[in-house]
């Protein structure tokens, strides 16, 4: 239950700019199953800004019983926070104030550092994406957010390769660029970027996605929309781009971004093997029907689709639908999934046909939900307790 407590957006809104995914399968093999580690995390955090304590929590089963904080699980608080990395049973994450980049596993209610290496290339990791299973891409801003920077890591070694990319320069009135959605496909890096000037400024009214070739670490080309405007989402704290199973890039703009400026939110569409935005695709609130703020891919042309419902009284307006990717419309909305009081959670994961979600109810009790793709039924798993305030992300580890 949530009890009290909510991030404020400036708050998330600062982590971003001071501080997940689809990609194609390389060659490498990916790590052994370590049938000891617990199959799913879910992050909890006791006490509200700033002083708070998050700690993580394994279990082997989303469908049935529950995990109890009081008593167990570890906390991460200093060593590192949700807004992380996670693949093939690990997660990766860059310390800005002691200026390392480190590699964690969690397993029998211990959160170990596996490896770590000083990392000062970036200010903060502004957005990743997976070029393989061994081949991590990470950008980010100098320390005065004027030039994007970028870093390839081997998450086996740790071994961390850096440059800056050549990009036009920032436009006359506006002070900063900052980061947002970041994707990888048919050999090309697709970074999703935006202007702006000293807060509360607004965004520059413009989508801007940047083109890189990833085999020559190139940046050849801006795509720019004025109809939407704003980066999207850092994928580290909330999903808004993805690339599906045909290759198709889908990338949202956000509206607790764009509302700082006078354009809508939006969802882009780029066609596999394209350097272009797609002239035929383009969503926003006057066809979806509400404004978007997250969306996770689900398979089969569909989306989950984290929504803002401006007709609740309440701070809890998020709520969470199915969106049709071809048509660009809500095919369901899942009304049985409690709303949430904050946009930035990664609260979502897809696994054999069904999806899973986390969210802080208003009232009631916490759990975890299930989504059949098949049937369009959604059912209550597991249940959360043990006297926290806020749930943070889930993850699937193995």
């Given at each position: 239950?949530?009890?009290?407590?909510?991030?404020?957006?400036?708050?998330?809104?600062?982590?971003?700019?001071?501080?997940?995914?689809?990609?194609?399968?390389?060659?490498?093999?990916?790590?052994?199953?370590?049938?000891?580690?617990?199959?799913?995390?879910?992050?909890?955090?006791?006490?509200?800004?700033p002083?708070?304590?998050?700690?993580?929590?394994?279990?082997?089963?989303?469908?049935?019983?529950?995990?109890?904080?009081?008593?167990?699980?570890?906390?991460?608080?200093?060593?590192?926070?949700?807004?992380?990395?996670?693949?093939?049973?690990?997660?990766?994450?860059?310390?800005?104030?002691?200026?390392?980049?480190?590699?964690?596993?969690?397993?029998?209610?211990?959160?170990?550092?596996?490896?770590?290496v000083?990392?000062?290339?970036?200010?903060?990791?502004?957005?990743?994406?997976?070029?393989?299973?061994?081949?991590?891409?990470?950008?980010?801003?100098?320390?005065?957010?004027?030039?994007?920077?970028?870093?390839?890591?081997?998450?086996?070694?740790?071994?961390?390769?850096?440059?800056?990319?050549?990009?036009?320069?920032?436009?006359?009135?506006?002070?900063?660029?900052?980061?947002?959605?970041?994707?990888?496909t048919?050999?090309?890096?697709?970074?999703?970027?935006?202007?702006t000037?000293?807060?509360?400024?607004?965004?520059?009214?413009?989508?801007?996605?940047?083109?890189i070739?990833?085999?020559?670490?190139?940046?050849?080309?801006?795509?720019?929309?004025?109809?939407?405007?704003?980066?999207?989402?850092?994928?580290?704290?909330?999903?808004?781009?993805?690339?599906?199973?045909?290759?198709?890039?889908?990338?949202?703009?956000?509206?607790?971004?764009?509302?700082?400026?006078?354009?809508?939110?939006?969802?882009?569409?780029?066609?596999?093997?394209?350097?272009?935005?797609?002239?035929?695709?383009y969503?926003?609130?006057?066809?979806?029907?509400?404004?978007?703020?997250?969306?996770?891919?689900?398979?089969?042309?569909?989306?989950?689709?984290?929504?803002i419902?401006?007709?609740?009284?309440?701070?809890?307006?998020?709520?969470?639908?199915?969106?049709?990717?071809?048509?660009?419309?809500?095919?369901?909305?899942?009304?049985?999934?409690?709303?949430?009081?904050?946009?930035?959670?990664?609260?979502?994961?897809?696994?054999?046909?069904?999806?899973?979600?986390?969210?802080?109810?208003?009232?009631?009790?916490d759990?975890?939900?299930?989504y059949?793709?098949?049937t369009?039924?959604?059912?209550?798993?597991?249940?959360?307790?043990?006297?926290?305030?806020?749930?943070?992300?889930?993850?699937?580890?193995?």
């Amino acid at each position: 239950m949530f009890k009290q407590f909510k991030f404020s957006l400036l708050i998330t809104f600062s982590a971003l700019l001071v501080g997940f995914t689809s990609c194609e399968k390389g060659s490498d093999s990916p790590d052994p199953v370590d049938e000891t580690q617990e199959k799913y995390l879910v992050w909890l955090q006791i006490g509200s800004w700033p002083n708070t304590t998050q700690y993580i929590l394994g279990t082997n089963s989303l469908t049935e019983g529950s995990v109890n904080l009081t008593g167990h699980g570890a906390e991460v608080t200093g060593r590192s926070d949700y807004g992380i990395i996670t693949k093939g049973g690990f997660y990766y994450y860059h310390n800005a104030t002691t200026g390392r980049f480190s590699k964690f596993k969690y397993e029998k209610e211990l959160y170990t550092a596996v490896a770590e290496v000083p990392f000062t290339h970036l200010a903060s990791v502004d957005g990743f994406t997976w070029i393989n299973d061994k081949t991590l891409f990470l950008v980010g801003t100098d320390g005065d957010q004027k030039k994007v920077h970028y870093s390839v890591v081997d998450t086996e070694t740790l071994k961390i390769t850096n440059g800056v990319f050549e990009m036009p320069a920032i436009p006359t009135g506006y002070n900063y660029v900052s980061l947002g959605n970041i994707e990888y496909t048919n050999g090309k890096v697709f970074m999703q970027f935006g202007y702006t000037g000293d807060w509360p400024a607004p965004w520059q009214n413009k989508t801007n996605i940047g083109v890189i070739d990833y085999a020559t670490l190139k940046y050849e080309k801006t795509l720019t929309d004025s109809r939407s405007a704003g980066p999207g989402t850092n994928k580290i704290w909330l999903s808004s781009s993805f690339v599906d199973e045909k290759g198709d890039a889908y990338f949202a703009t956000n509206v607790e971004w764009s509302n700082l400026t006078s354009t809508p939110a939006a969802i882009y569409r780029i066609k596999a093997g394209t350097t272009v935005l797609d002239p035929t695709y383009y969503a926003d609130k006057a066809s979806i029907g509400h404004d978007a703020v997250g969306l996770w891919h689900i398979g089969n042309g569909q989306a989950i689709l984290k929504y803002i419902d401006r007709s609740v009284t309440s701070t809890h307006i998020y709520g969470f639908a199915v969106f049709n990717l071809e048509t660009g419309k809500i095919t369901k909305k899942l009304t049985e999934i409690p709303f949430d009081n904050d946009a930035y959670m990664q609260n979502v994961i897809v696994e054999n046909g069904k999806v899973y979600f986390i969210t802080n109810a208003e009232t009631g009790k916490d759990y975890v939900y299930e989504y059949n793709m098949s049937t369009g039924a959604v059912k209550t798993g597991l249940e959360l307790i043990g006297g926290y305030d806020y749930i943070l992300r889930l993850d699937k580890m193995r």
